[in-house]
């Protein structure tokens, strides 16, 4: 082989041995792409200063924290990023369960499999930027404490640390952001939150509820903060994941587990208000309605909290109801709720709960207001053939319905489907914080014998003749007075 030939196979090995240097230490976050609810819970950090991410097991959680804490180290935020920014180095601890925990989730997604020398940079943190290391005392290959090249020029730290440490491990600095990987106690919670405080900062939480109803699970779901939100993160959104993989992964949860290791549902135990499994109500969108059914939208007006509107579907034959639409407003005026019900279902009757009485500042109730922008509003609230508006009337249907097969959601309704998961009393009575669809969907089954068989659709129908039965004030096609 000539000298010529051979160098330049020489200069080719090199130059490949390079680029799969290059790409194997550039760091993952450049290649990380989130899919819309890990988006959604990495963009809350610009408003929110605690964030919980809650989600199923291998459904991408701590990727995704392994993701925030490397931007934020790095500085080297996409442009996709509408999250929390940093102009400087920053300060952050990262803390799971045990040291062992730690070392192997946390460390291993921030700086390449541990105990590895030749993978020390094949993690989120590109390997030019992971400036020094120092090691942590009594778990072999464990990081203390990282040091990473800001692109300001300055330099960020990150500190590893476990619950078994206890509280006292999480007093002391001011942090710019501490990741919580796993749930931790409620002390070293309030600890780290502290160590925030000074400085402005954020946490966020990456774990799957196997715990329940805890302290910090009820803090997120029981105690409503405009600093605070919660993100979930069911098997059927993640992306990543084939339909193969993700029957396999259920079919070997444990029953009594299932919800939570799938769907990211806390084990609510008693206190959970619906109990059969998601997976038994789910059907895919209906995209050919039969004529006969008949359907009513039901609203929660949403006087101090969101406007919601669901659409259900009847099939009276089988005494199936199919629940087909939702919509969930905040911060918006009636003619704005009004709108889409009338894009969807011009022709649909409207049904509303006894707060639609209640008056407005100009004297007009509530559902006056919502009549005089085209909705078609029956003529009184809601009620039970026998006069009553009993919550628990239609709760204990729904779960009837629901156990038997006679209720079915549409599986795109991601909304509703994340209220029903964690619609759930406490002491006995019904936790009133994001519960306004499966509230709209009570108010529709509360008065289903209202519904029409009138076609979908943003076409009003011409009003028909008025020869009804005698006795009746109520116009059947419009929803209107007669």
């Not at 994941?241 to 259920?250: G, S």
């Not at 100009?362 to 085209?374: F, I, L, S, V």
Request: charged fraction near 25%.
């Amino acid at each position: 082989m000539a000298i010529e030939d051979r160098e330049a196979k020489a200069a080719i090995a090199e130059a490949l041995e390079a680029q799969v240097a290059k790409l194997t230490y550039q760091g993952k976050i450049l290649s990380f792409e989130p899919y819309e609810k890990q988006k959604a819970h990495l963009a809350l950090g610009r408003t929110k200063r605690e964030r919980l991410l809650m989600a199923g097991n291998r459904l991408g959680k701590s990727e995704t924290g392994a993701f925030e804490a490397a931007v934020h180290l790095t500085g080297k935020y996409p442009p996709w990023w509408k999250g929390r920014t940093f102009d400087g180095p920053t300060k952050g601890w990262i803390a799971g369960v045990t040291s062992l925990d730690a070392r192997n989730v946390c460390q291993t997604k921030l700086c390449g499999q541990y105990g590895v020398d030749i993978a020390f940079g094949t993690g989120m943190i590109p390997k030019e930027d992971l400036a020094d290391k120092s090691l942590a005392r009594g778990v072999t290959d464990a990081y203390d404490t990282i040091q990473v090249r800001h692109v300001s020029g300055g330099i960020s730290t990150a500190q590893f640390k476990s619950y078994e440490q206890g509280r006292q491990k999480f007093q002391g600095e001011g942090l710019d952001w501490i990741w919580f990987d796993e749930e931790p106690p409620l002390d070293i919670y309030s600890e780290g939150l502290t160590r925030i405080g000074e400085r402005d900062g954020i946490a966020w939480l990456t774990f799957t509820p196997l715990e329940g109803r805890s302290d910090v699970v009820i803090r997120y779901l029981d105690e409503p903060d405009k600093d605070r939100a919660v993100t979930t993160i069911t098997i059927d959104e993640a992306t990543h994941i084939t339909e193969q993989t993700k029957a396999r992964m259920l079919s070997g949860y444990l029953p009594h587990e299932r919800e939570a290791r799938a769907r990211g549902v806390p084990m609510l135990g008693s206190g959970r208000i619906f109990m059969a499994p998601e997976e038994t109500i789910i059907e895919a969108p209906i995209e050919y309605i039969p004529a006969y059914w008949t359907k009513i939208w039901g609203v929660d007006f949403g006087i101090d909290h969101p406007f919601a509107a669901v659409l259900i579907l009847w099939d009276k034959d089988n005494d199936v109801i199919h629940v087909h639409h939702c919509i969930r407003m905040a911060d918006a005026l009636p003619i704005q709720h009004v709108l889409p019900l009338k894009k969807i279902g011009a022709n649909v009757p409207i049904a509303w709960p006894n707060d639609g009485n209640i008056r407005r500042d100009d004297g007009a109730p509530m559902a006056e207001h919502y009549k005089r922008h085209g909705a078609l509003m029956l003529p009184t609230h809601a009620t039970w053939p026998d006069g009553g508006v009993s919550t628990e009337a239609g709760i204990l249907e729904m779960d009837e319905r629901e156990k038997t097969g006679r209720l079915k959601v549409s599986a795109q309704l991601s909304d509703y489907l994340e209220e029903r998961r964690f619609y759930h009393r406490k002491d006995g009575k019904i936790v009133k914080i994001k519960d306004d669809l499966m509230s709209a969907c009570r108010v529709a089954i509360m008065a289903k014998r209202f519904s029409r068989a009138v076609a979908l659709g943003g076409h009003l129908a011409a009003r028909p003749s008025r020869q009804v039965a005698e006795g009746t004030d109520f116009d059947v096609f419009t929803g209107g007075d007669l």
